[in-house]
């Protein structure tokens, strides 16, 4: 009440000094014609002459008036509540000027409500294009400035909130922190090259040309593959998985260890036997015209040092012969006893 008396006060001073009415001690406007001021009996309105006049100007709506917290309309009534004064907690100013409770199908936005009977308390969450405080406003989840205020909008990757088909959301399009730029976590085969990634095409498929640990499919990737036997992630030879991916072993075309040589192969006689040295007698292979290949050139222990079986007429003079020239000619200087030749040497 105090506040809508200095309301009035003032306006009658303002309406003095416009029209240059003389005021008594009772702050009333008296002017040179005498007007007498009458009360029209409405809080809403100023009573005062001017320029002879008695006139009852409407107080700007939304003021006090009365008791009990009433406001003044925009016709100059003392009403319950207008607009959005008079009413408090989760009420809201009625057509016919009286607060009654919000609810969530009263066609209107009020309450907690984000938009019309959307949002807020309201079961309804408010559709994409609505206006929205938060975020829990809205069926997408999502409440962004969209340049005219807050509004909700449809799910993307990188509005830091997870829906539709993100596996994650961080707010962001920076691959390797965690969540990568399609919202999904940093790790390799979900399509996204971050880290010490040399590719990622989405998938855990070995052999398609990106394997499930993320580099090229090769041999030395560490990923078994097509014709592989072995892939232990290096190019080293001799460590059980050789440089072609295979098990290290002579004949798989590797030279590793102790191996002279590897043709990739078993067959003897090819220039590399085996066991993988070089084709030669005394090799340890029998191979191309050899009778035999003890593995070493000793001669007289069973296979001599041109990989013949010891004997008297194999070209090697071994054990008690005196000679050897490799055939059983009697008379051609080494007899078929492997003796000189000799009258008593028994030939």
């Known amino acids: 009440m105090g506040i809508f008396l200095r309301q009035r006060a003032t306006l009658v001073v303002w309406l003095c000094s416009m029209f240059v009415a003389a005021c008594g001690d009772d ?21 005062a002459c001017i320029n002879g006049v008695l006139v009852h100007t409407p107080l700007q709506a939304g003021s006090t008036c009365g008791t009990g917290g009433n406001v003044c309309d925009d016709a100059a009534r003392c009403v319950e509540c207008f607009g959005n004064a008079g009413c408090t907690g989760n009420q809201y100013c009625s057509a016919n000027n009286t607060c009654v409770a919000a609810t969530c199908t009263d066609g209107m936005r009020n309450g907690s409500e984000g938009d019309v009977d959307c949002g807020g308390t309201c079961a309804t969450r408010c559709s994409d294009g609505a206006t929205c405080a938060s975020a829990g406003d809205c069926s997408s989840g999502v409440c962004a400035n969209n340049g005219s205020g807050l509004h909700c909008a449809a799910p993307t990757c990188g509005d830091n909130v997870v829906n539709g088909t993100d596996g994650c959301d961080d707010g962001n399009t920076t691959n390797g922190d965690g969540c990568d730029n399609n919202c999904r976590p940093t790790g390799c085969g979900n399509g996204v090259i971050a880290g010490t990634e040399v590719c990622d095409d989405g998938n855990a498929t070995n052999g398609d040309g990106c394997d499930n640990n993320c580099t090229t499919t090769a041999c030395g990737n560490g990923v078994m593959t097509g014709a592989e036997v072995c892939d232990d992630g290096n190019t080293m030879n001799g460590d059980g998985c050789d440089n072609n991916c295979t098990a290290t072993a002579c004949g798989n075309g590797v030279v590793a260890g102790t191996e002279a040589c590897d043709d990739g192969n078993t067959m003897n006689g090819d220039g590399c036997d085996n066991n993988c040295t070089a084709t030669a007698c005394g090799n340890g292979v029998v191979a191309g015209t050899e009778v035999c290949d003890d593995g070493n050139t000793t001669n007289g222990d069973g296979c001599d ?43």
């Not at 702050?27 to 009573?47: E, K, R, W």
């Not at 071994?318 to 000619?329: I, K, L, P, R, V």
């Open 27 to 47: 702050s009333q406007p008296v002017n040179q014609n005498q007007c007498q001021v009458v009360s029209d009996g409405n809080d809403c309105t100023i009573d």
């Open 305 to 347: 040092s041109n990989c013949t079986a010891t004997a008297c007429g194999n070209g090697v003079v071994a054990g008690t012969e005196a000679c050897d020239d490799g055939n059983a000619t009697n008379g051609d200087g080494c007899d078929n006893n492997c003796t000189a030749t000799a009258c008593g040497n028994g030939v």
